[in-house]
């Protein structure tokens, strides 16, 4: 595989000399799923914004592709193949579902509907409201219209910021099968996820996060058999369950 994404040594944060991000190290290779895991706090959604640049990281390198994408903003990143798709915001609540994917072709030169026959394809459930608001989806509904939308720019990187977040454990399995399918097909994918279990079982490889930290680092079966991840993580019921 070759590597798609690269984070040497990034700083970033919110306040001025008050870093989230300290020193951190990451790499996706093409076509890749791999999970970024860790406690609150620990640094996982700065990361992600930092690497699409919500957050402009304070020193190191972002190099995406080949090219130092570090201070470049979002709407370019976007132009170079990677998507970011949010915890919360992800779509527009007063558009219809095909209004949404349409929105997400932007900058799409020429006919977008074999792309949306695509995403309808991937998401059958989509189709079937294609015509329905989008604030009227349900929670799991809203997050397969954020990751179709992003998928409308075929980009090289998709960027999932907690997937799963509130939603029931029948959509949290839906959700999950969706992503892997998506990574199937050949897309890159980080994964921001706060259920490790369920993210490492499916990622070719993890990162775990701790104060602003890659701690630790490895395939995901291997993360999910090291004490060390329970530690960091999941605490003593992780390791009693093992």
């Known amino acids: 595989m070759s590597e798609l994404l690269t984070v040497k040594e990034v700083y970033a944060g919110y306040v001025k000399d008050l870093y989230i991000l300290q020193g951190i190290n990451f790499a996706i290779n093409a076509g890749e799923l791999v999970a970024v895991i860790g406690p609150n706090g620990a640094g996982k959604s700065t990361l992600a914004k930092a690497i699409f640049g919500l957050l402009p990281p304070s ?6 592709k080949g090219k130092n994408i570090g201070g470049l903003k979002p709407n370019q990143i976007v132009q170079q193949g990677m998507c970011y798709v949010p915890q919360v915001s992800n779509v527009f609540a007063s558009l219809s579902v095909e209004e949404n994917l349409e929105m997400g072709g932007f900058i799409c030169k020429g006919s977008i509907k074999h792309l949306k026959d695509q995403i309808y394809t991937m998401f059958p459930v989509l189709a079937q409201r294609r015509r329905q608001k989008a604030g009227t989806l349900s929670g799991g509904e809203r997050q397969m219209l954020g990751m179709g939308r992003a998928l409308m720019l075929d980009p090289d990187l998709l960027i999932l910021d907690e997937p799963s977040a509130a939603l029931s454990p029948a959509l949290v399995s839906s959700v999950f099968e969706q992503i892997q399918a998506i990574n199937e097909t050949g897309k890159a994918i980080m ?13 070719h490889r993890g990162y775990v996060l701790e104060n602003g930290r890659d701690r630790v680092a490895g395939s995901g079966t291997e993360l999910l058999d090291n004490p060390k991840v329970g530690e960091l993580y999941l605490g003593v019921a992780y ?4």
């Open 59 to 64: 020193s190191g390198e972002i190099v995406f």
């Open 191 to 203: 994964l921001v996820e706060q259920n490790a279990r369920r993210a490492l079982e499916m990622s």
């Open 239 to 242: 390791q009693q369950e093992t």
